[in-house]
T-cell receptor
Framework: DSGVTQTPKHLITATGQRVTLRCSPRSGDLSVYWYQQSLDQGLQFLIQYYNGEERAKGNILERFSAQQFPDLHSELNLSSLELGDSALYFC???????????FGEGSRLTVL | AQTVTQSQPEMSVQEAETVTLSCTYDTSESDYYLFWYKQPPSRQMILVIRQEAYKQQNATENRFSVNFQKAAKSFSLKISDSQLGDAAMYFCAYRPVRGTYKYIFGTGTRLKVLA
């Protein structure tokens, strides 16, 4: 158990819909990262937050948005969903001093 | 730009044998971390081993060890006495010590372990 909690674990929805993925980082970790992994692909970096502020942005679509709340949990919002958005979405957290990145179990999104 | 390259999409190893997975990276930073993550069929991302660039000694974790060549920007993973449970995707990753703390991942190497 990495200590990073993601909900929901599985989500099935239709094209055009909107979903929210939630992440609770490990206790004490200020940084939260979101990654997208399509089937048999590598990890695509979406966005990073540090203590509530956006710190780095990757290949995140305009239809996607994220935020980190004062209690440090984070949400990734995906809207106007397309078939190609079907993927495993990982949240990860880190404590900057150690460098190690801890991953949640992922939220598997299926868009039909 | 910082990049991580894993040139072996797939590798196979016989059970109990040794295998080495390759990783090269490009950076102008002098201080950084390097990692190997394992992703088994469950798709959970598991940290295998971590190396700090300022340390000359290669990291070791039980059957897993790295060959870190800073000048060559190479960071290979050696798995000794391979077990069936080692079958997974292995990702090499890089993160600078300072800056945005953005992690860069390679495209992965799928390791098959043959009984």
């Amino acid at each position: 158990d990495s200590g990073v909690t993601q909900t929901p674990k599985h989500l099935i929805t239709a094209t055009g819909q909107r979903v929210t993925l939630r992440c609770s980082p490990r206790s004490g970790d200020l940084s939260v990262y979101w990654y997208q992994q399509s089937l048999d692909q590598g990890l695509q970096f979406l966005i990073q937050y540090y203590n509530g502020e956006e710190r780095a942005k990757g290949n995140i679509l305009e239809r996607f948005s994220a935020q980190q709340f004062p209690d440090l949990h984070s949400e990734l919002n995906l809207s106007s969903l397309e078939l190609g958005d079907s993927a495993l979405y990982f949240c990860a957290s880190s404590r900057d001093g150690t460098g190690e990145l801890f991953f949640g179990e992922g939220s598997r999104l299926t868009v039909l | 730009a910082q990049t991580v390259t894993q040139s072996q999409p797939e590798m196979s190893v016989q059970e109990a044998e040794t295998v080495t997975l390759s990783c090269t990276y490009d950076t102008s930073e002098s201080d950084y971390y390097l990692f190997w993550y394992k992703q088994p069929p469950s798709r959970q991302m598991i940290l295998v081993i971590r190396q700090e660039a300022y340390k000359q000694q290669n990291a070791t974790e039980n059957r897993f060890s790295v060959n870190f060549q800073k000048a060559a920007k190479s960071f290979s993973l050696k798995i000794s006495d391979s077990q069936l449970g080692d079958a997974a995707m292995y990702f090499c990753a890089y993160r600078p010590v300072r800056g945005t703390y953005k992690y860069i991942f390679g495209t992965g190497t799928r390791l098959k372990v043959l009984a």
